[in-house]
């Protein structure tokens, strides 16, 4: 019994050091890869209901055409638009957000981009701050007086 509990303790000390070792991922020196202009845009002080829309642009500094098979927001008051063409080695491309300005208050959403790039999930921000628009009404001094 006591060679069979020794021999059950190595192989578990075995199996525990064999599972730490990670293994490197291989990266394919001929895959697409992301060069954003800017990962966070900075919509900062807007006015409620104000355009919403602005632009991730990025290239495409890999080896081979660059695939974007999905975008996800954080938040259903981001909506992304993107090409689903590939985007050739050494081009431009683009993804248009757009978010909703109607709620006032600030705001930071995440939108992970999915695709065949070295990097398979990149993660770009937005954020900033909506507020209400000033009345166009300006208070009069009253002309009753109270004395």
């Not at 069979?4 to 192989?11: E, P």
């Not at 974007?68 to 063409?85: A, D, L, N």
């Not at 999930?121 to 004395?147: D, L, M, N, Y």
């Amino acid at each position: 019994m006591k060679k069979f509990m020794t021999l059950l303790f190595v192989g578990f000390i075995t199996l525990s050091v064999n599972a730490q070792q990670k293994k490197q991922p291989v990266v394919d020196p001929n895959a697409p890869a992301f060069e954003f202009v800017t990962e966070v845009i900075d919509y900062g002080k807007i006015e409620q209901n104000a355009n919403g829309v602005r632009k991730f642009e990025f290239k495409n500094i890999g080896k081979s055409p660059l695939v974007i098979t999905r975008v996800q927001s954080s938040c259903g008051c981001t909506v992304p638009k993107y090409s689903k063409e590939p985007i050739l080695p050494g081009k431009k491309g683009e993804i248009e957000v757009k978010y909703a300005t109607n709620r006032t208050g600030g705001f930071s959403k995440t939108l992970t981009i999915y695709s065949n790039a070295t990097e398979k999930t990149k993660r770009v921000r937005i954020k900033g701050i909506v507020s209400k628009p000033e009345s166009p009404v300006v208070k009069q001094k009253s002309a009753v007086s109270s004395k």
